[in-house]
């Protein structure tokens, strides 16, 4: 297998860009605010740089003093910030919302099926009735897995589990074990049926952090394991040859090659050890070209619904920044810094 070819002060320098960037952006207290400081979240864990703490500590700090308004799954995956930001300082405010922020998933948020959440999302302004989406998966279920895990609270930890077991029972596909953009449930299908870029990335992403606060013991481990490992089998696959990314379509070679989902895509892939490193090569190179000079993450699709056929996603405007492709990146690039080579269980 090729060794990871990475210069880590480049990678440093990009992460740097990405997160100076970010922060000249205005952001409410939404879903993509939630990525894009996951990913600072990240670069800090990776880095230990303290301004980039100092600043989700002012933003968050900022947005408090307005308390919180009115939640939505998405917009839940904030509380990854707030973990962070409890584990870094302490300050018990911080794990307060974070659980407020549980509570409402656990208590109030809309679900159908056996527990799965359903999608909502900009305030509940839009509404998908007994639709589940692969962004759920990142969204809420690890953030769920992650504060569980911190607070010992197995009714977190093991609702966290059911998002995972749900997700992946209605949406990967078990002939090319990708995963579907969403599923309908009072229609019983998938839509479009799209195999969606960054929808897959959400899952895979997610799947392979959770591993990490999973006991091997878990019959759940090997679920989720593989689940990922049978989507990662069949993503590299369909790794574009000559950008290293992957369509936004992910089957469709004619749609736009997308700088978000292959972000993630290609995180999740740096879990696996050595096996996947002649793709994750490529990958660095692709993204490394996609950051401009002032840090801005290029070709990043905007927002998108489940598109009602391929292609209203080649439609998908992906020209200008998005909060998701800045936090998505910074994924990335903190997963190189100071890499090391890791042996999967198997």
């Known amino acids: 297998m090729p060794a990871l070819q990475i210069d880590e002060a480049v990678i440093k320098d990009a992460i740097d860009r990405v997160v100076q960037r970010t922060f000249r952006m205005d952001f409410n207290w939404d879903w993509p605010a939630g990525v894009a400081f996951y990913g600072v979240s990240e670069a800090y864990e990776a880095t230990g740089k303290q301004e980039y703490l100092d600043l ?6 900022e947005q408090l003093e307005d308390g919180l308004p009115k939640l939505t799954v998405n917009a839940v995956s904030i509380g990854h910030t707030l973990l962070t930001l409890y584990k870094h300082t302490g300050e018990e405010k911080y794990i307060r919302v974070a659980t407020d922020m549980a509570e409402f998933l656990k208590h109030d948020a809309e679900r159908f099926g056996d527990g799965i959440f359903q999608h909502t999302v900009n305030g509940g ?3 998908f009735p007994e639709q589940a989406w692969a962004d759920t998966m990142f969204m809420a279920g690890y953030f769920l897995l992650r504060i569980g895990h911190m607070l010992n609270r197995a009714d977190y930890y093991e609702d966290g589990i059911k998002q995972y ?4 029972n209605v949406l990967q596909d078990p002939v090319t074990n990708l995963y579907y953009h969403g599923w309908d449930n009072i229609a019983g299908n998938h839509m479009s049926g799209i195999y969606w870029c960054r929808g897959n990335s959400w899952a895979s992403i997610t799947m392979a952090r959770a591993l990490g606060l999973i006991e091997v013991q878990n019959p759940s481990y090997m679920v989720i394991d593989c689940s990922l490992r049978d989507q990662l089998s069949a993503l590299v696959r369909l790794q574009d040859e000559e950008s290293g990314l992957w369509h936004t379509v992910l089957n469709d070679p004619t749609s736009y090659v997308e700088t978000s989902g292959s ?7 740096l879990t696996r050890g050595r096996i996947y490193n002649k793709y994750v090569n490529k990958s660095i190179q692709g993204i490394l070209s996609r950051i401009g000079e002032d840090g801005t993450v290029q070709s990043v699709s905007a927002g998108t619904a489940v598109m009602n056929d391929a292609q209203g996603y080649k439609e998908v405007p992906n020209k200008r920044i998005q909060g998701w492709g800045q936090g998505l990146a910074l994924v990335f690039l903190a997963s190189l810094v100071g890499k ?3 042996t999967a269980i198997g």
């Open 125 to 127: 302004k839009y509404s």
């Open 56 to 61: 989700l500590k002012a933003w968050v700090d």
């Open 165 to 168: 077991h749900g997700h992946e």
């Open 263 to 269: 972000a993630a895509i290609a995180a999740a892939l």
């Open 340 to 342: 090391q080579e890791v």
